[in-house]
């Protein structure tokens, strides 16, 4: 397992966290700009690694540590041409969009895509259904990848 958050305040690089506790590395990269603040961790800043790739699987394989899984969790942007979203809405689809324009992904990989059409970026109430739809897409996918649950 690996979470990828961005070290801010004097380097641009990727932190691709696979050591540790999961919520810990986590929680570096939920640090959304404008919404969240950074998170200090010894002498670093951290804020969301969508910042930079928001599905880091370039570096998971540069690791070279075995199979690598992407999961692919962005919330489709579906626009309502009858609201403007709110700000907080617009400044995470900014980061998300800019993150994955910017940022080849590595076609080699496979990538799980849970279903999250009808989920917002901020549904953080929902947070049990989207675990189960994650858990739900990776199950069905395994299978097709040569892996089992």
């Not at 617009?90 to 980061?95: E, L, P, V």
């Amino acid at each position: 397992m690996a979470v990828g958050s961005t070290r801010s305040w004097g380097s641009t690089a990727p932190s691709v966290d696979s050591e540790g506790r999961i919520a810990d590395a986590v929680s570096l990269s939920v640090r959304i700009p404008g919404i969240a603040p950074p998170k200090r961790v010894g002498d670093r800043l951290h804020v969301d690694g969508g910042v930079l790739d928001n599905l880091p699987v370039g570096e998971m394989v540069a690791e070279d540590e075995g199979p690598v899984v992407g999961v692919d969790v962005a919330v489709p942007f579906a626009a309502d041409p009858h609201r403007l979203p709110p700000i907080v809405e617009t400044i995470g689809r900014a980061m998300t969009i800019g993150s994955t324009i910017g940022t080849p992904r590595t076609a080699d990989v496979p990538t799980v895509v849970p279903d999250l059409s009808d989920i917002g970026l901020f549904d953080f109430g929902r947070l049990d259904e989207l675990v189960d739809r994650g858990r739900a897409a990776a199950r069905a996918a395994l299978p097709g990848l040569g892996l089992s649950p």
